[in-house]
Nanobody
Framework: QVQLLESGGGLVQAGGSLRLSCVAS????????MAWFRQAPGKERDFVAA????????DYTDSVKGRFTISRNNAKKMVYLQMNNLKPEDTAVYYC???????????????WGQGTQLTISS
């Protein structure tokens, strides 16, 4: 059974930093591209960042470029999202996702975590 478990969410002041983590189990992690998505209240779930199975290819949505960094540790089966200079509009539930593909992708993910809430206060 595949499981993705996110952690690290919370309440942060604008301008602050936080790191989200996601641990995977039940799948050959190094064969999967990993991604972070987010869903703000009343909005659709949106792509945030993705990393290829090797870590050599990375993609970000424009609104987080220069502020967020996605990384992975295949030995630990973990993917991270380092978030700096956080803004109130980053408030959302953040989801970890896995897709059996070599390179990055913005849709079509196979597995999803339950999400972790991030709230940015102004």
């Amino acid at each position: 059974q595949v499981q993705l478990l996110e952690s690290g969410g919370g309440l942060v002041q604008a301008g602050g930093s936080l790191r989200l983590s996601c641990v995977a189990s039940g799948l050959p992690f190094s064969n999967y591209a990993m991604a972070w998505f987010r869903q703000a209240p009343g909005k659709e779930r949106d792509f945030v960042a993705a990393i290829s199975w090797s870590g050599n290819s990375i993609d970000y949505t424009d609104s987080v470029k220069g502020r967020f960094t996605i990384s992975r540790n295949n030995a630990k089966k973990m993917v991270y999202l380092q978030m700096n200079n956080l803004k109130p509009e980053d408030t959302a539930v953040y989801y970890c996702a896995a897709k059996r593909v070599a390179l990055t992708a913005r849709r079509g993910y196979d597995y999803w975590g339950q999400g972790t809430q991030l709230t940015i206060s102004s």
